[in-house]
């Protein structure tokens, strides 16, 4: 049983930089793909990113892409989502999914992933 728990959220001015983290246990995490969502008060989830198993491929929403980063350290065990330029817009709680993969295709949707976190807030006030 993949066990995925994120960390590094906090209170950023905006213009700032944070890095938040997943880190997994238990199967071969290095087979599974990782993927980063976000939930705002009163929005629906949203995906804003997604990294393969080996860290080769990587998947970002048009609205993100430019500021967010995703990689992975499958020595660590550890998926990191690197956020520069915070926006107030990117308020809300971030979570952290797995799913077994060993292909290059990248989940973009909830359903899709088997594993999920308790989240992380992240708050860039206006």
């Known amino acids: 049983q993949v066990q995925v728990v994120e960390s590094g959220g906090g209170l950023v001015e905006a213009g700032g930089s944070l890095r938040l983290s997943c880190a997994a246990s238990?199967?071969?995490?290095?087979?599974?793909?990782v993927g980063w969502f976000r939930q705002a008060p009163g929005k629906e989830r949203e995906f804003v990113a997604a990294?393969?198993?080996?860290?080769?491929?990587?998947s970002y929403p048009n609205s993100v892409k430019d500021r967010f980063t995703i990689s992975r350290d499958n020595a660590k065990n550890t998926v990191y989502l690197q956020i520069d330029g915070l926006k107030p817009e990117d308020t809300a709680v971030y979570f952290c999914?797995?799913?077994?993969?060993?292909?290059?295709?990248?989940?973009?949707?909830?359903?899709?992933?088997?594993?999920w976190g308790q989240g992380t807030q992240v708050t860039s006030p206006q």
């Open positions: 999914a797995a799913k077994y993969s060993r292909s290059t295709y990248l989940p973009q949707r909830g359903y899709e992933y088997n594993y």
């Open positions: 238990g199967g071969i995490v290095r087979s599974y793909a």
């Open positions: 990294i393969n198993w080996s860290g080769g491929v990587t």
